[in-house]
């Protein structure tokens, strides 16, 4: 069984540096790709993008100027910084994993990131 | 890219059938089979139930199926239960390498 635990700082001012961190247990780090997905408040989600084991990342174009992923294969875990966020970034903040094609098979249980001053 | 269009509501009562719509174009859902649906309970975070337009995961039940034609894809659910009342998403792949999803359908067991 696969789990996500994901964790961050859950209150950022305008212009700051949203930080979020995944572990892995469970499963095949190697293999799968690393992901976020956000869900505003109106409750939409949108994908902000992936990265493999290997470190090659994929990236919503939207958001791929203010986005940087990493990954530590020796901790199992994935990160995800997003700069100079601003009140429309206040969101829950979801890592995922997807094996490929294009589907999202494990999911962590979200973080709520607001962004206010 | 706008988001795949979803009704924002869909109902039924226990034991009958239920279709959702999601409605892309060519360049994400008509373009490739890679469309996926999820089911979300409220504060909780979604769940994979259907990938490849119409493969369902190991422990999903066989009343959930999924379809596409052309730029459109639907999720069908039969013999509705009290628990299939959740909110549902769906995703696709888009032509600049990303995924897209749906704005969301509430569903209601009536």
């Known amino acids: 069984q696969v789990q996500l635990q994901q964790w961050g700082a859950g209150l950022l001012k305008p212009s700051g540096t949203l930080s979020l961190t995944c572990s892995v247990y469970g499963g095949s780090f190697s293999g799968n790709f690393w992901g976020w997905i956000r869900q505003s408040p109106g409750k939409r989600l949108e994908w902000i993008g992936d990265?493999?084991?290997?470190?090659?990342?994929n990236c919503n174009p939207s958001l791929k100027s203010r986005v940087t992923m990493s990954v530590d294969t020796s901790k199992k875990q994935f990160s995800l910084k997003l700069r100079s966020v601003t009140a429309a970034d206040t969101a829950v903040y979801y890592c995922?994993?997807?094996?490929?094609?294009?589907?999202?098979?494990?999911w962590g249980r979200g973080s709520l990131v607001t962004v206010s001053s | 890219q706008s988001a795949l269009t979803q009704p924002p509501s869909a109902s039924g009562s226990p034991g009958q059938s239920v279709t959702i719509s999601c409605t892309g174009t060519?360049?994400?859902?008509?373009?490739?089979?890679?469309v996926s649906w999820y089911q979300q309970y409220p504060g909780k975070a979604p769940k994979l139930m259907i990938y490849?337009?119409?493969k369902r995961p190991s422990g999903v039940p066989d009343r959930f199926s999924g379809s596409k034609s052309g730029n459109t894809a639907s999720l069908t659910v039969s013999g509705l239960q009290a628990e299939d009342e959740a909110e549902y998403y769906c995703s696709s792949c888009t032509g600049s390498n990303s995924y897209i999803f749906g704005g969301g359908t509430k569903l209601t067991v009536l």
């Open positions: 060519s360049s994400d859902i008509g373009g490739y089979n890679f």
């Open positions: 490849e337009v119409d």
């Open positions: 990265i493999s084991h290997s470190g090659s990342a």
């Open positions: 995922a994993r997807s094996p490929g094609y294009w589907k999202i098979d494990y």
